[in-house]
């Protein structure tokens, strides 16, 4: 018996691989369980079609009865729609404990494909289709399908979830170099993440970074094609199943063919700020030499930015003393990997900060008397790196004073790497800061507002805010402590968001996941954040004054965010300032989580155990919300 657990135990990865492909071929035999019982494709329902008037306006009416029930995966329709119309579907319907009852849903056309799809899922006694008919438009056809079918997406997901699962549960060195697994959790879910993604905007103001990106890529000579366009200017249909998303697929590689607008940059070079965007117009740039299809471009762009991610946040994780389960956990969000995967500079920002924190924690608390140069530049150059896209992260460069190593030298060198530090810390700041100045001393009132955001002017809320500045300094303290400061991600008159949905399990546009995934969130968070780990005493009892330091540098960035989109994205003189998001706040959660350390609230778990909690957690969530928010129209 023995001699036969032992050859097991040698065999367990063969073993593991055939389990999960077979549960994979598992969850596809019960995807596609009614369509073995009885599957059909096309029954067309078009003579059913109906022109009735009702309240004075034409529609379209489509009836279809069965009385002993018959099961409908997926709703078809075909025809010329010249605009945006919604369809609304009315059922009978048997549940699955054979009750009747009625349903109601609803879709949309549009002048983008002459044929789209509704899945449905249900089986229906009757169905009743009914839709505005507008000038133009013809239904020249309707059909229901519950065909058995192969999910290649549905497929990908099973095989990755549960390699993962198998990996933290049954394979050692993914315990021991926690490091190692989330390379392999952020490369398996952000390419499938990428690889799924359609040619359209979906994460925070992506078509205002893809601009750039395509920009940076394209050289000297810049082509813009229709597909482009559409993409800069956020005028894609939104599809959400299979079938619409493969029309969109085939409608953008089409128009990505050839340049209707072509323009000549002035220069080559760009702007500091615009130094993030590289590794995606690296990408983008090799996807176009290799002439690709644009829906492929702009799904290779992605990598470039989750490549650079997964290295960054690798190295962060392996070379954290401090705190490191709580790194990774973070890093597998989906918020955070959803950034990795899109068109932005926030991965960057993000990762970036991140490391340089944990190299300074290294030299600060865990290092010895002799300074680590190496260390002490390269966290200096990742901060600096960090914030040229969002300055008001800079403060962090002054967490550079705090070197134990820098206080010990002799008086003169250690005011000269002090005011280097603060030389370096005020250049930065005056990127975000000197602009605004300039134009206001220029009378050039209208500079620096986002249009998006409504009358919006940097130059003009300075100047209001320096003639009232108590109601400037009640407006921010108002606004950073306010329980419900992180809401306009979401319905706000709800009232069902937390901030740990917004902050780390959002994907934009694509939508947050509900308050019920907090009840797994924050509890391990809580326990990320107050583990017994070896070193916590050296972080703990640093000096007041070091704390106090590190306390006022998260306060000024935090004032410094709500500043910013005081200024350039809130209406000049409101009362409320907009725009303000809780991922913004991600770059600084490793700085929160040693200010929270201490040795008198303790956290006792086996290292073993806390790995797999805090990687099968992350799992779950990242599961939860790629299921749940991306893929849901095509995983049926």
Known sequence: MNRVWDRLKKQKRILAALVIVLAAACVELIANVHALKGGYDALDISRNITVIEEGGVEKYRVQFQAADGIYVRQIRLLGNFPENTIYRIKTKEINGFGKKEAGSYSDTVSSYFPEYSTNLGKKVT???????????????????????????????????????????????????????????????????????????????????????????????????????????????????????????????????????????????????????????????????????????????????????????????????????????????????????????????????????????????????????????????????????????????????????QLQKRPRKEKAALGVGILVIFALVMLTFVLPVITNALAGNLSFGGDSRGGDTSAVRQLISMIRHPWESVKLMFRSVFALDNFRNLGDVESGNYFFGNLMLLSYSSMGTLGDKWCVLLLPVLTVLLFAQEPGNERIARCRAWEKVWMWGIFSVIVLLIWTALYLSFTPVGAMEIAGVQARYYLPLLYLFALLLTNTKIRVQIGTSAIVKLACVSACILQAAALSGLALGGRLL
């Open 126 to 404: 009757s169905l009743r289709i009914t839709m505005k008919k507008t000038e133009g438009m013809e239904l020249k056809g309707v059909a229901l399908s519950n065909r058995f079918e192969l999910n290649k997406f549905r497929v990908l997901f099973v095989l990755v979830l549960l390699s993962l699962l198998y990996a933290i549960g049954f394979e050692k060195a993914f315990v021991k170099n926690v490091e190692w697994y989330f390379a392999a959790f952020a490369l398996s879910f952000g390419i499938l993440l990428i690889a799924l993604a359609q040619p359209m905007c979906n994460s925070w103001d992506e078509q205002i970074h893809f601009k750039r990106t395509y920009t940076i890529a394209s050289g000297r000579t810049v082509k813009w094609s229709e597909a482009a366009q559409d993409i800069v200017e956020r005028t894609n249909f939104r599809c959400n199943t299979k079938a619409e998303f493969a029309q969109l697929r085939a409608y953008m590689n089409e128009k990505g063919k050839h340049a209707v607008k072509q323009e000549e940059r002035a220069s080559m070079l760009i702007s500091y700020k615009d130094v993030a965007y590289l590794p995606m117009a690296l990408f983008l740039g090799i996807g176009k030499l290799l002439h690709l299809p644009f829906s492929m471009l702009f799904a290779f762009g992605k990598f470039g930015n989750l490549f650079l991610y997964v290295f960054v946040m690798f190295w962060a994780i392996r070379l954290a003393k401090s705190k490191k389960l709580f790194v990774a956990f973070i890093a597998m969000m989906p918020t955070s990997l959803f950034q990795a995967c899109a068109y932005t500079y926030d991965a960057v920002v993000f990762s970036f900060l991140t490391l340089g924190c944990v190299l300074w924690c290294r030299e600060t608390f865990f290092g010895e008397e002799r300074m680590n140069v190496p260390g002490v530049l390269g966290a200096g150059c990742l901060f600096v790196f960090g914030c040229l896209s969002k300055a008001v992260y800079i403060p962090v460069v002054l967490l550079l004073l705090l070197l134990p």
